[in-house]
């Protein structure tokens, strides 16, 4: 599988102990025995010249059962689903081949729930500052509340499309952006409406309304978000100079 950078198991060792005892013209020069009392002379060699703990990690204290340490090159979630599903597949007909497991199987199951998960809680969330919203602003509240929503919606879908268009994989981390855009953006959104709302009270058509909402509380909203943006960008980049302070 290209997708694997090396595998580590109990055979790999018995074949670096007989390059250790033969010389390359000799048949057992990195081959594994055919016979029982071979490989046990191995490892009695072994383990009088060597850590036993080294092989701790690749079979039992019996040295019945062994384990295949499989390594691979990227730890992107797709990557890691799709080689797990591929050996599950290769080997579901092999009897002796026990379980297939390990952190690629857990990371990439864990990895797929969370983001499940959180787009249930996104939907969650929307609905929750529908509700809230249609509340707070009375008189023809459920059409301002939408009219709220619409920014929120489309802002989320304008950032899973640039991630999608940049080759930014969908995972736990990135899956988190969209909850922090609502927590963000629904304090711009309010703060603007109402804003409008009072200007419209004060008599002034909807143009003018729309110009002077937008000269002070949109120049406040533009100078916090660009405020924001900053402080994340630098924590990102400079977390030494941050965590100094």
Known sequence: MPEVGATQSIAKVTRQIGRAL???????????????????QYFELYMMSGDPDDLEKMVDFNFEKAMILVRFKDMNTPILRKCVKEIKAMVKDIPEVKYVGGNADI??????????????????????VFIILALAFGTRSVEGAFLQIIPLIMAILILFGVMG???IELNFTTALLSSIMIGVGVDYTI????RYREERREGLQAAEAMQKTIHTSGRGIILN???VLRRLFFQHSFPCAFSAR
């Not at 729930?113 to 996104?122: N, P």
């Not at 703060?191 to 109402?194: F, G, Q, S």
Request: charged share 20%; net charge negative; hydrophobic share 45%.
């Open 22 to 40: 033969f010389s390359k013209n000799e048949p057992l020069y990195n081959e594994i025995p055919n016979s029982y009392e071979a490989i046990s």
């Open 191 to 194: 703060h603007l409406v109402w």
């Open 225 to 227: 978000a660009v405020s």
């Open 165 to 167: 268009f940049a080759g």
């Open 107 to 128: 990371f990439s199951e864990m990895d797929k729930r969370i983001v499940d998960g959180q787009f249930k809680s996104l939907g969650m969330s929307l609905v929750a």
